[in-house]
């Protein structure tokens, strides 16, 4: 059975910086492409950045490209998010989930495996 447990996120200010990190058991992990997401309040989950299975291509949204950064390490099945420079419109519930696949991808279904998500919320 696949697992995926988020945590670090928090309260920052503006600003600031935090790193979220997702640890998934019950799959291999190298041949999956992983992806965080984000759902704020009334809006629909939207894509934030993705990776794929060997974690030699990623891919960012354009509202945090330059920003944030998306890394695996396979050894310990472990995707992190570093998110710096957060502004208050990041704030949001974030989800990572595994794909169906190794390629990347920056749809919704094309993942079939959710973290409970954790929150991350920016105070200006």
């Known amino acids: 059975q696949v697992q995926l447990v988020e945590s670090g996120g928090g309260l920052v200010q503006a600003g600031g910086s935090l790193r979220l990190s997702c640890a998934a058991s019950?799959?291999?992990?190298?041949?999956?492409?992983m992806g965080w997401f984000r759902q704020a309040p009334g809006k629909e989950r939207e894509f934030v950045a993705g990776i794929s299975g060997s974690g030699g291509t990623t891919y960012s949204a354009d509202s945090v490209k330059g920003r944030f950064t998306i890394s695996k390490d396979n050894a310990k099945n472990t995707v992190y998010l570093q998110m710096n420079t957060l502004k208050p419109e990041d704030t949001a519930v974030y989800y990572c989930?595994?794909?169906?696949?190794?390629?990347?991808?920056?749809?919704?279904?094309?993942?079939?495996?959710w973290g409970q998500g954790t929150q991350v919320t920016v105070s200006s």
């Open positions: 019950g799959r291999t992990f190298s041949t999956y492409a």
């Open positions: 989930a595994i794909s169906r696949s190794g390629y990347l991808m920056t749809t919704k279904n094309a993942y079939g495996y």
